[in-house]
């Protein structure tokens, strides 16, 4: 069984940046992938980024490219989610994903996790 503890959510200004955290219990943590999806309230939860166990590989929604950086380190079990240039619009709920897969993964699709944290509030104020 694995589980995924989410840190760091709060308030912020419009323009500035949070770092969120994601702790994962297990053994085997290094060799799965993990991901960050949002939810804001009313809508869907969405894909927001996700990383390959061996963290060379990282993906993106397209409306967080370049704002966002998405990173792990396997010996803490940790993975991370730098938020820079928040937007109000980014305001949700957000939450920490881990998918056992290790070829032809589909990182952006939430049916394909197995494991999901609580979350953790993130409001951006304009």
């Known amino acids: 069984q694995v589980q995924l503890v989410e840190s760091g959510g709060g308030l912020v200004q419009a323009g500035g940046s949070l770092r969120l955290s994601c702790a994962a219990s297990?053994?085997?943590?290094?060799?799965?992938?993990m991901g960050w999806f949002r939810q804001a309230p009313g809508k869907e939860r969405e894909f927001v980024a996700a990383?390959?166990?061996?963290?060379?590989?990282?993906y993106y929604s397209n409306s967080v490219k370049g704002r966002f950086t998405i990173s792990r380190d396997n010996a803490k079990n940790t993975v991370d989610l730098q938020m820079n240039s928040l937007k109000p619009e980014d305001t949700a709920v957000y939450y920490c994903?881990?998918?056992?897969?290790?070829?032809?993964?589909?990182?952006?699709?939430?049916?394909?996790?197995?494991?999901w944290g609580l979350g953790t509030q993130v409001t951006v104020s304009s």
């Open positions: 990383i390959r166990g061996s963290g060379g590989s990282t």
């Open positions: 297990g053994r085997t943590f290094s060799t799965y992938v």
């Open positions: 994903a881990l998918q056992r897969c290790f070829s032809a993964c589909m990182y952006s699709v939430r049916s394909k996790y197995d494991y």
